[in-house]
């Protein structure tokens, strides 16, 4: 039997595709590598009931997987390294019916217009591939508003004074501040910056059948016990309950099978070890923007493209010791967020013509709280010591904390392909990142920490520090040696964008403006692999009304009004 389309990966942006090509009535096969822990296996239209608040199973025992032991990746920072310098995890996103939309917590603001013109806004930077998207943000705007509505997102418009245009108000009010955040706000104000209420992917009120969220403080790295996330749960669940959608779970996806014009399907490895093949009219690739490409090769999809122009934010960290308690590990991991650093402001310009560069944007700032039970027992010393400080909580009760989630430059020697000697648990080469950050990524996290750490000065911090990810010369921001030697190279983020570059021309670009890849159309890329920039913004809103975008077009459909 020849299905309407297969779909590579059930994460926020293959769940996307699967729900709209259903509802136009299409049959759908979605092919998942691993485990099904989201949807109840007697009726996949209903969400499961295996999560838990459990650190160790979640953070420390791979419970939604990859286990970089059976699933590894490998990293240099460049040829020089020789074939690798890093074996295990690298970047590594849930592998799970759900993909990463099960355990991020979700903050989803929408990218701003000037995202979408970068070069022609602020101009090219010199070393890096700065370009315009294909499209601008207001061709993206009603898919925004689709994604928002069909998430499920919480949030109060015109609470952020940089954002972008919006055709209406957020589906559901903001939920409750974290009590920190309130402490913070109050101090950023007071610097002069701008912070609002994240939208957030997390009920405030019962939605779409969903409960409101309970603020169980394990949002960040854990699946939600209530299903109070709706990203990607939602989409899924409808989906599976058209009737028009099958789900293989644990089933691998070896390659792209194809006449050489078109896609007919692919080949598949189930959990049996057994490979057979899935005919389909249309091969939708939405496996993360790692594997994307991955699978790309291993199907023999050699453009010299694919993989290139990866890109992650490069994260600044900003941390404080506070006098007083202010529980950073209860409610939703983060509630609060500002935009002054996205700007390049007089300052900004100021800090980049010292630096020889033409301009310089950092990203949003996240207000939170850094640490958890078991993360914060491992860091003391044991014995009576340990008693007495896991009862006073420096890390974790009084420990507030600002991430500043980075624009990341597009660079073509930055690119994820196929490592020539390790292979996966499954005997198929492991994907491998070569990456190293522009100069403008560390000279706009130098510009923007010392910002965060007054922010943290106002509350009354008593000691703070600041770190980025990934660390640059093996050393952090106050020149101190970092003793992870070559896994400090490795960026921590999780916002992983840009291997299958869109545009309009096929010599610099992998997919069209709808995700199709150049002379291979019936195979269409549905996830944050097709960004031209990074932003500072996480991506998954973005590759969510982007998946929206491509599968309507699949349909023939317009766009939602
Ligand atoms: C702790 C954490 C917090 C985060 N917080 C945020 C946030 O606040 N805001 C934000 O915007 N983003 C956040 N993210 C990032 C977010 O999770 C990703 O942007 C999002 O999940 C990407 O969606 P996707 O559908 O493209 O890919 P994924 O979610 O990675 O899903 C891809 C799926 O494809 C499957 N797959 C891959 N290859 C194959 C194959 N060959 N065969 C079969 N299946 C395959 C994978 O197993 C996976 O389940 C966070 C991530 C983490 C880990
Ligand atoms: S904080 Fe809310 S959304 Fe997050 S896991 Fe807990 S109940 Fe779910």
């Known amino acids: 039997m020849t299905v309407d389309a297969v779909i590579v990966g059930s994460g926020p942006g293959g769940a996307t595709v699967a729900d709209v090509l259903t509802r136009a009535g299409w049959s759908v096969v979605i092919v998942e590598k691993g485990r099904n822990h989201l949807l109840d296996p007697d009726d996949l239209s209903r969400p499961a009931a295996d999560y838990s608040n459990d650190e160790l199973k979640f953070v420390h025992r791979h419970f939604l997987g990859p286990d970089p032991i059976i699933e ?108 920190g955040a309130v402490l913070s706000t109050a101090a950023a104000e007071r610097q002069g910056l701008h912070p609002y209420a994240a939208p957030t992917a997390a009920n405030s009120v019962p939605y779409d059948g969903r409960p409101a969220c309970n603020n169980c403080g394990f949002c960040a790295f854990f699946g939600c016990p209530i299903h109070a996330k709706g990203d990607p749960v939602a989409m899924l669940r409808r989906a599976m309950a058209s009737g028009h959608a099958e789900l293989l779970s644990e089933t691998f996806v070896a390659r792209v099978r194809s006449d050489g014009r078109r896609a007919t399907g692919v080949e598949v490895v189930g959990p049996d070890g057994a490979t057979r093949a899935i005919d389909a009219r249309h091969v939708v690739i939405a496996a993360g923007a790692i594997e994307t490409p991955r699978l790309l090769l291993l199907s023999g999809i050699d453009d010299p493209l694919v993989g290139r122009y990866l890109m992650v934010h490069f994260q600044t960290f900003a941390i404080g010791i506070l006098p007083e308690r202010v529980h950073g590990h209860k409610g939703r991991a983060v509630t609060h967020l500002h935009d002054d650093a996205v700007i390049v402001d007089d300052a900004a ?79 198929f080469p492991v994907a491998r990142i070569t990456y190293r950050p522009h100069r403008h990524e560390e000279v706009a996290s130098a510009h923007h920490a010392p910002s965060m750490v007054r922010i943290l000065q106002d509350m009354g911090a008593t000691w703070t520090m600041t770190a980025t990810s990934p660390q640059v010369g093996g050393r952090d921001h106050q020149g101190r040696e970092d003793r992870r030697g070559a896994e400090a190279a490795v960026p921590m983020s999780r916002h992983v964008m840009g291997t299958t570059r869109m545009g309009h021309d096929p010599r610099t670009s992998v997919v069209d403006a709808y995700g199709r890849v150049h002379g291979l159309e019936n195979v269409v890329v549905a996830d944050s692999s097709v960004f031209v920039t990074s932003a500072g913004y996480g991506p998954t809103l973005t590759l969510v009304a982007l998946a929206a975008r491509a599968a309507t077009a699949m349909v023939g459909g317009s766009a939602p009004s």
């Open 72 to 179: 590894p990746r490998t990293f240099r920072t460049g040829e020089e390294e020789g074939d690798h310098s890093h074996v295990g995890e690298v970047n590594s996103i849930p592998t799970t019916v759900g993909g990463g939309g099960t355990h991020a917590d979700g903050k989803v603001p929408r990218f701003r217009e000037e995202d979408f013109t970068l070069r022609s806004t602020h101009g090219p930077v010199d070393g890096a591939d700065v370009d315009d998207w294909p499209i601008t943000y207001d061709d993206l705007e009603p898919f925004y508003a689709e994604a928002e509505r069909s998430v499920g997102v919480a949030g109060e418009a015109g609470a952020n004074p940089f954002a972008a245009w919006r055709s209406g108000p957020y589906p559901m009010p903001s939920g409750a501040p974290m009590y």
């Open 349 to 427: 310009r100021a800090a980049a013509r010292a630096a020889g560069l033409p301009w310089v944007r950092g990203g949003l700032v996240e207000h939170g709280g850094p640490s958890l039970p078991v993360m914060e027992a491992k860091l003391y010393p044991w014995g009576a010591k340990h008693k007495s400080l896991m009862r006073s909580s420096p890390m974790r009760d009084r420990m507030w904390a600002f991430t500043m989630q980075g624009e990341d430059l597009a660079q073509a020697t930055n690119r994820v392909d196929l490592d020539p000697t390790v292979r996966d648990v499954r005997g």
